[in-house]
């Protein structure tokens, strides 16, 4: 890989919010999966299950539950022709252990590692994502029939971007970094 194309590539993703009707290719869906498959996580535990979801009478009853009522500032993501929800699994016991000492749910460190995974291998197939962290995760469980006991922690939307969005700001490095002490 040349030196800078992983930086580039990285300052080249934004979160699509507007997307084409062109279909999203099953074989492109599961490259992104399996990218999230390949992600680290505490003591290797891979505290997650991805549920894809793509049947249009089961996206639009997602679409419905996860962005009514107070939710539905998030209306945008009711154009995307997929959405993937990541609900945690139960993390095993030396992950949940080191988790409680350090009162730092890991899972949730883990499950971000592997939704970027998936984010950005997404965007190296041409298509856009945004990450969904407002919605109704106890309706979005209902419609997707997710075991009681297991929440669904995040969606991410997929599809062609229909827009080009400009890059948002981000904290000086000097906000952000400092050398040897904080
Ligand atoms: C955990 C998480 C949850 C997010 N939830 C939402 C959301 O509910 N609605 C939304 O429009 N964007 C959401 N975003 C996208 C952020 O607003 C976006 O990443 C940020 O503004 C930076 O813009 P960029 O992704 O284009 O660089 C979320 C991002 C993350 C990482």
Not at 154 to 171: D, F, M, N, T
């Amino acid at each position: 890989m040349e030196p800078n194309a992983l930086l580039d590539f990285i300052a080249q993703r934004r979160s699509v919010r507007k997307y084409d009707t062109r279909p999203v290719e099953d074989e492109k869906l599961m490259r992104c999966i399996e990218a999230a498959r390949l992600a680290p996580s505490a003591c290797n535990s891979q505290p997650w299950r991805y549920v894809a979801v793509t049947d249009p009478a089961r996206l639009a009853a997602l679409k419905e539950a996860a962005f009514s009522g107070l939710y539905s500032a998030t209306a945008f993501a009711k154009g995307a022709p997929v959405l993937v929800a990541i609900v945690s699994e139960k993390p095993g016991l030396s992950a949940w252990v080191g988790g409680k000492f350090r009162s730092l749910p890991f899972y949730l460190v883990d499950i971000g590692i592997s939704a970027q995974n998936f984010v950005l291998a997404a965007q190296s197939l041409g298509l856009g994502t945004c990450y969904i962290g407002w919605f109704d995760d106890q309706k979005a469980a209902r419609a997707l029939k997710v075991p009681s006991g297991r929440k669904v922690e995040l969606l991410i939307s997929v599809g062609y971007p229909a827009e080009e969005p400009a890059a948002r700001p981000r904290k000086s490095l000097r906000e952000m970094f400092s050398r040897d002490s904080y």
